[in-house]
Structures are given as structure tokens and as C-alpha cells.
């Protein structure tokens, strides 16, 4: 086997003790507003933002949410919309980007809360894949106390403030890797020395995401191999790549018929090794769709020889 040492986890909580992430900040936000309608949730006000990247001021959560604690983002100036004469409850959803997003649909057209959560934006853009990190929303089942957790109740007085922390919207997929010590240096057969020197990421989602329900979408099929490089970070002296770490973000998804299944491939090369030779490694990881926020996918993989010419399939644990 040449990796005797696969793990995967996931964990709810976006980012990496051990590594500094740069995200670009928010310049559009689509907002929905809702109110009851007798036993019916349907959309109120509607709102494009565009937000201004000098008004992000960056510190701690203090609140009451699970992720106190937590270091963000937070928009200095409030989205203010007039109540009017109407006085209703119902619930926020948003969703932030730094790129402009295309819909599935009018926004116009949104009127009701099913539609509000059938929403989906285009992913097929490769500006869109490059930054799907900097994509956020307020997932549709966060409850909290029993209620989700973007609610309002205007009939409490003539100003009501609804804080909306928001999340990503795609996984991280944090890649470490060790060269075995004894594999390292092969001076009777240089060949057998290992060092990994490509990496990229293969069979990504590409059709049009949800935007609430980020652990819902699926696809009929797997995916084309096409993907994109993933930029290697080394431990030790650039051209050995004994030791290396690389992350991505992208959207997870399930295969129609493998519906616990995210299929995350892999296509790997050693020793400076040319295009058209490499290890294809498909990781089928599980994913709990009725979960609430994407998982975070962590990877640590032991070579212990060079990488052949072949596919392998690993079910994540």
C-alpha cells in the first residue's frame, strides 16, 4: 500500500489552529425577510446590499450562540429596513459573498419560505470555486431554544435588532502528509525516495448550490475528473516535500444512489512526476445531510512508498 495511514474527520468548526487563513471580506448581501401569514411563512422584504469592506471590524463573539468565542467579522453599520405600519414576526436569512452571485432564480420571484430554501447560486464559475470560502449564510435548521435562531417579533416594540452570524457555506478540506524517515533517501535507487510534488483537487461540485441548506445538494452523477491545483505548503526545504500540508474549500455533495456519501477525489504525484501519471484517491466520506453546519475534513496520510498508477477508494471514518 503506499500510504499505510489514512484519517479523516469531521468536525463542525471552520478553520486550523496551525495555520493563518486570509478571507476576503463580504461585498454583497442578499436578504429575506419573512412573516407569518396565518400558518404560512412567506417573504415580507427583500434586500441587495452592497457592503462596504471598510466597515468590517474584526474580534471576539461574545454571544449566546455555540460558537462564543470564536474570532470574526462583524459589519459595523446595520441593514435597516422600515416596519411601517406593519408590526409581524417571521425570520432573516441572508447570505454574504465577496463576488457577486448568480441564482437559480428572480430573487423577485422568492416569495415563500420553501422558495427561500430551494434557492441555489452558480458554482460553475471559476471565480465563483476560488472563493467559495468567503461565501456565507445563515443555515435554515439552527434552532436555538426551539426556534431558529434569525427570528424577530416586531409586536415587541417599534425597533427590533436581529443579529445574524453566519457561516460557510462550503467544507475545508485541511490535507497533511509525512514522508515515511526511511523513504526519505534512497541512494542506491533514487527512484524509490519519495517526495510529494503535485496535488489536485478532482471531481468538485459544479452545477448550482443551495444556499441555505448547504449539506443537501446532490448530483445525478460523479462528477467530471477536471479539477484545479492545490498549492502545496512545505515543512522543509522547497523540491523535498517530505512534509507538506494544503487545504481547499469546496461544496460537498452527495451521488444519487450513494446518498451518505461525499465523494472527495484526490490526484496525487511524487518525484516531479508528469501529467498523465499520479494516484487517484477517492475519499468516501459520510455526511449527515440533516446536520447543520458543513463538516470540516481533515486528512493525514503516511507515504511509505512511491506513489503508482492506480485508484483507490477510502471510506472515510
Known amino acids: 500500500m503506499p500510504m499505510s495511514e489514512y484519517q479523516a474527520s469531521r468536525q463542525r468548526i471552520i478553520g486550523d489552529p496551525g495555520l493563518t487563513e486570509h478571507f476576503a471580506l463580504p ?112 443555515p435554515y435548521n439552527y434552532n436555538i431554544g426551539g426556534g431558529y435562531y434569525c427570528s424577530y417579533d416586531c409586536t415587541l416594540g417599534k425597533v427590533i435588532r436581529v443579529n445574524m452570524l ?50 443537501r445538494n446532490t448530483m445525478a452523477e460523479l462528477p467530471s475528473s477536471g479539477g484545479y491545483d492545490i498549492s502545496i505548503i512545505s515543512n522543509g526545504d522547497e523540491g523535498l516535500w517530505w512534509e507538506g500540508r494544503s487545504y481547499f474549500y469546496t461544496i460537498p455533495y452527495t451521488v444519487v444512489n450513494h446518498a451518505d456519501y461525499f465523494p472527495l477525489q484526490l490526484l496525487m504525484r511524487t518525484n516531479g512526476s508528469t501529467e498523465g501519471s499520479g494516484y487517484e484517491l477517492t475519499i468516501n466520506q459520510p455526511i449527515d445531510t440533516t446536520a447543520v453546519f458543513v463538516p470540516w475534513l481533515r486528512g493525514n496520510f503516511i507515504f511509505n512508498n512511491p506513489l503508482e498508477n492506480k485508484r483507490e477508494t477510502k471510506t472515510g471514518s
Not at 192 to 211: I, K, S
Request: with cysteine.
Open 27 to 138: 461585498q454583497y448581501a442578499y436578504v429575506f425577510i419573512t412573516r407569518m401569514d396565518g400558518v404560512n411563512e412567506v417573504v415580507w422584504q427583500r434586500m441587495e446590499v452592497d457592503l462596504d469592506e471598510n466597515e468590517w471590524r474584526f474580534g471576539r463573539y461574545g454571544g449566546s450562540l455555540s460558537s462564543s468565542g470564536d474570532s470574526i467579522y462583524e459589519y459595523n453599520q446595520p441593514i435597516q429596513i422600515l416596519l411601517q405600519n406593519d408590526r409581524p414576526q417571521g425570520n432573516v436569512y441572508a447570505i454574504c459573498s465577496n463576488v457577486a452571485l448568480t441564482f437559480s432564480q428572480n430573487l423577485e420571484d422568492v416569495t415563500t419560505k420553501a422558495a427561500i430554501l430551494n434557492l441555489k447560486f452558480d458554482t460553475s464559475d471559476e471565480d465563483i470555486q476560488q472563493n467559495l470560502q468567503n461565501i456565507y449564510a445563515t
Open 166 to 215: 453566519m457561516y460557510h457555506i462550503a467544507s475545508k478540506v485541511d490535507l497533511n502528509w509525512t514522508v515515511a524517515e526511511d523513504k526519505r533517501i534512497n541512494t542506491v535507487d533514487p527512484s524509490q525516495a519519495v517526495r510529494l510534488t503535485y496535488m489536485q483537487a478532482r471531481r468538485l461540485f459544479n452545477g448550482y448550490a443551495y444556499c441555505f441548506m448547504p449539506l
